[in-house]
Nanobody
Framework: QVQLVESGGGLVQPGGSLRLSCAASGFTFSNYYMSWYHQAPGKERELVAGITSTVGGTNYPDSVKGRFTISRDNAKNTAYLQMDSLKPEDTTVYYC????????WGQGTQVTVSS
C-alpha cells in the first residue's frame, strides 16, 4: 500500500522556521522525483520545491528561492522541506508528491504563519 505521510506543520511567527517531513512507503522511493506543493483555498496547487531521485538536483520558484530547501534521505524513504524566513503569505496546506511511473500525493499538512 502506497503512503506518503507529511508531518511538521503548525503555527509559527513571521520570520520563523519549520521543517516538514514526508515519509514514504509502498514504492521504491529512490526512483521517484519528490516535490512539495502548496494550495491556498480556491487556488490550484503550486510547486514550491522539487528534488531529483539520486543526483539531488533541486528546483524552486522565485517566491521561495533562498528561503526553502528541499532534501531527501533515500535510506529513510523520507523527503524534507526546510522553510526559513516564513511569511504570512506562506500560510496554506503543504503536500508532498512522488513522481515517476505514477504520481502519488500525501494528505497535506497545514502551515500557519501568524503573529
Amino acid at each position: 500500500q502506497v503512503q506518503l505521510v507529511e508531518s511538521g506543520g503548525g503555527l509559527v511567527q513571521p520570520g520563523g522556521s519549520l521543517r516538514l517531513s514526508c515519509a514514504a512507503s509502498g514504492f521504491t522511493f529512490s526512483n521517484y522525483y519528490m516535490s512539495w506543493y502548496h494550495q491556498a483555498p480556491g487556488k490550484e496547487r503550486e510547486l514550491v520545491a522539487g528534488i531529483t531521485s539520486t543526483v539531488g538536483g533541486t528546483n524552486y520558484p522565485d517566491s521561495v528561492k533562498g528561503r526553502f530547501t528541499i532534501s531527501r534521505d533515500n535510506a529513510k524513504n523520507t523527503a524534507y522541506l526546510q522553510m526559513d524566513s516564513l511569511k504570512p503569505e506562506d500560510t496554506t496546506v503543504y503536500y508532498c508528491k512522488a513522481s515517476w511511473a505514477r504520481n502519488y500525493w500525501g494528505q497535506g499538512t497545514q502551515v500557519t504563519v501568524s503573529s
